[in-house]
């Protein structure tokens, strides 16, 4: 069945240093999603790519979607200790809903 | 409302018990979704309601589960003869596009 991989599963790093997740898919997505997870918390919608090689920056974070639509991948340049959490990609399911796959999620711990 | 809302948000149940879940989603939402995330783990997709659509509920672990989701709006989940490994967080979201809004969970501990 379709699968969305992240690597890695777990990073811990010192404040001010970058991170860097992964995303794969064994499918072509018609669009992926970023969602952020806070410690005890619920999953909250990050952003969505649609476009092929699209690449979308939210102040330190930056997204990237893969030319061919089955990777992506979130950066962090200089993390903070406010963004620790867990970071999940989500794809839409290939049957055609709107039901998405999700990651199993890269956890970032930051360390002051 | 303007999120959506889930309740209870724990139960501890004993083990045989049924246990019923309730989301109410974001209003005018015409999707919800139903997921478990077990402890330090992944989202794991339960069951989907689309407007008046079957639901899909190809996720739905074994037949002691099951949704409804009533007027397109309220949706409970019902797990019969809880067993140990239901304990997890009961994620619902909701959308209206491509994007979730996901309530706060609901932490179910089978004892």
């Known amino acids: 069945g379709q699968q969305v991989m992240q690597i890695p599963q777990y990073q811990h790093v010192q404040e001010g240093e970058d991170f860097t997740t992964y995303c794969n898919s064994s499918?072509?997505?018609?669009?992926i999603q970023w969602y952020k997870q806070r410690p005890g918390g619920h999953p909250v919608f990050l952003i969505q790519?649609?476009?092929?090689?699209e690449v979308k920056k939210q102040k330190r974070l930056t997204f990237q979607f893969g030319e061919a639509k089955k990777n992506s991948s979130l950066h962090i340049t200089a993390t903070q200790t406010t963004d620790v959490g867990t970071y999940f990609c989500?794809?839409?399911?290939?049957?055609?809903?709107?039901?998405?796959?999700f990651g199993a999620g890269t956890r970032l711990a930051v360390h002051p | 409302g303007a999120g959506v809302s889930q309740s209870p948000s724990n139960k501890v149940t004993e083990k045989g018990k049924d246990v019923e879940l309730r989301c109410d989603p974001i209003?005018?939402?015409?999707?919800l979704y139903w997921y478990r995330q077990s402890l330090g783990q992944g989202l794991e997709f339960l069951i989907y309601?689309?407007?008046?659509?079957?639901?899909?509920k190809s996720g739905l672990p074994s037949d002691r589960f099951s949704a409804e989701r009533t007027g397109g709006s309220v949706s409970t989940l019902t797990i019969q003869r809880t067993q140990q490994e239901d304990s997890a967080v009961y994620l619902c979201?909701?959308?209206?596009?491509?994007?979730?809004?996901f309530g706060s969970g609901t932490r179910l501990t089978v004892v």
């Open positions: 309601f689309q407007g008046n659509s079957a639901p899909d």
């Open positions: 790519l649609v476009k092929s090689g």
């Open positions: 209003s005018g939402h015409t999707a």
């Open positions: 499918t072509t997505l018609s669009n």
């Open positions: 979201a909701s959308s209206l596009g491509a994007s979730y809004t």
């Open positions: 989500a794809g839409p399911n290939s049957g055609g809903y709107n039901k998405l796959i």
